[in-house]
């Protein structure tokens, strides 16, 4: 009988505890302090992150207690990336359903190798206040929208957007721009970065594609490249596509600056926006003889230096 009333006792004593716990873990951590403060949940943070991270910045009592509030009332899939203005004053409660919307900038990610029109679409689907008008001024700044993840103010107009993205850009040039060995300008050197970024699916091929570009270039030959082509032919209504998937011999007799089958030398202007791999290889080039390459089944390139050993590639990969 002894052993059972210590037991109800400790189970009460647990429950007491635990409601306690509980109670206070909920609370605010100042409930007289609204000072705002500015809180960042970055892409792919999970709760038990975002739950230290409230306590480390004092905006919440009890990371545990967080943590099973957003489990139990199912917030935890609806928590989204960006920041969030939160002040002291906030219950536990307050704070998880906050971070489920309202966010005050919005995390937008440019994959290397888009056009400009393909950023405009990401733009019109992730900001509220996008104008159909941005894509003329995205389409200007074809090339310096550098792929990247950003986090942009959900009242960003397109002035901001463009600032941010050139400044990356820039940055993000002037820290390779000492390996450059072309002879090419800054703007040459990025229409050649633009056309690696879309013709090499692997790292360990950019810089031959860029040998390739540079040996025709050397001896005025056309360069031949099909993305130019599909860049030049715009958004494929039947394929839903900016970049038509197979070209045809009509196609190559485009009237285009772009097409670089019946124009020597570079296009006038990127066609993409390419990553920092793609301007590495653009500023320094393998030095190779090779004058032709195709793109097997599984995305590598095979490179030749005649036309004989070219042909014989495409016979063997069956392309």
């Known amino acids: 009988m002894k052993r059972l009333i210590v037991v109800v006792i400790l189970v009460l004593v647990f429950a007491v505890v635990s409601i306690f716990w509980w109670q206070n873990g909920v609370l605010p951590v100042n409930s007289q302090d609204t000072t705002p403060k500015i809180f960042v949940v970055k892409n792919g943070q999970g709760v038990r992150e975002i739950a230290n991270n409230l306590k480390d910045e004092k905006l919440i009592r009890d990371p545990v207690v967080f943590f099973l509030i957003t489990k139990k009332d199912g917030l935890d899939k609806k928590i989204q990336a960006g920041d969030f203005r939160l002040n002291p004053s ?15 900038d919005i995390w937008i990610t440019i994959p290397e190798g888009y056009r400009a029109e393909e950023i405009a679409d990401i733009l019109e689907e992730k900001i509220p206040n996008y104008d159909e008008s941005w894509r003329l001024t995205l389409d200007q700044n074809e090339g310096y929208l550098f792929p990247d993840t950003y986090l942009i103010p959900r009242d960003a107009d397109i002035d901001m957007i463009i600032s941010i993205f050139k400044s ?4 993000k040039y002037d820290s390779v721009k000492s390996l450059k060995t072309n002879n090419l300008s800054d703007t040459q050197t990025l229409v050649l970065a633009s056309l690696i970024e879309r013709e090499a699916r692997l790292e360990e091929d950019r810089p031959l594609v860029a040998s390739v570009i540079y040996n025709r270039l050397g001896i005025g030959m056309k360069l031949d490249i099909d993305a130019t082509l599909q860049y030049a032919l715009g958004f494929q209504e039947d394929e839903k596509r900016w970049w038509k998937k197979s070209l045809t011999n009509e196609d ?3 009237n285009s600056p772009y097409n670089t089958y019946t124009n020597p030398g570079l296009p006038p202007a990127p066609i993409s926006n390419p990553g920092l791999s793609s301007i590495k290889a653009a500023l320094n080039p393998a030095e190779t003889d090779y004058l032709y390459y195709i793109t097997d089944s599984s995305g590598k390139n095979r490179y030749a230096k005649t036309l004989q050993e070219h042909n014989g590639n495409i016979e063997e990969f069956g392309l």
């Open 90 to 104: 906030m219950s536990a409660y307050e704070v998880a359903e906050s971070l489920t919307h309202g966010t005050l």
């Open 168 to 171: 990356n850009f820039q940055t």
């Open 252 to 254: 190559k007799r485009l």
